[in-house]
């Protein structure tokens, strides 16, 4: 297994689309990837709702991929074999969005890796919380996504 960030953030991807159909069908793709931050990108053809807008659940299941593949390719980096489940979320609409779009995610004001991955070790389970959203006009966003994803080591 490579641990070039890129390459298994593209591995990342391919996974995702191939494993959850709904990914396929949005035409996911990357845009970024480093240690703290990771975005995706969604035209809105294929996520449009019935007013010519992105459709809320695209906007929302975006988010949350960008925040479940921020903590999977922190793991893989590292090497730990862990399952990561969503376990919590909070989701505000804020504005429209009338064009392609990207979700951003990064770990929120408070998350650390190393207690993280200090908790993981001790107890073969954490959690960390992520900030995902969705730009909008200026420098407001159109969506934002509060989550908190959970990692179990496996066996």
């Known amino acids: 297994m490579t641990t070039d960030p890129q390459l298994l953030a593209a591995d990342l991807l391919d996974f995702i689309r191939d494993k959850i159909p709904l990914a396929r069908a949005m035409e996911l793709s990357l845009l970024h990837y480093d240690d703290d931050r990771l975005s995706l ?26 925040g479940w593949a ?3 390719l922190a793991l893989q980096r590292r090497g730990a074999a862990c399952d990561v489940f969503i ?17 951003e995610a990064q770990l929120a004001d408070g998350a650390a890796w ?5 908790t993981l070790e001790a ?7 992520i900030a995902c959203r969705v730009p909008g006009s200026g420098a407001r966003a159109a969506a934002t996504l509060a989550a908190r994803f959970v990692a179990k080591r496996r066996g």
Request: overall charge neutral; aromatic content about 10%; hydrophobic content about 45%.
């Open 123 to 129: 107890r073969g389970k954490a959690r960390i919380d």
């Open 70 to 72: 921020l903590v999977e």
């Open 41 to 66: 990108a969604a035209p809105l053809a294929p996520n449009v709702n019935d007013k010519g807008c992105a459709f809320g659940g695209s906007l929302v299941s975006v988010m949350t991929l960008a």
């Open 87 to 103: 376990g919590e979320s909070t989701v505000r609409y804020l504005e429209p969005v009338w064009g392609d779009f990207r979700a």
């Open 114 to 118: 190393a207690s993280f991955f200090n």
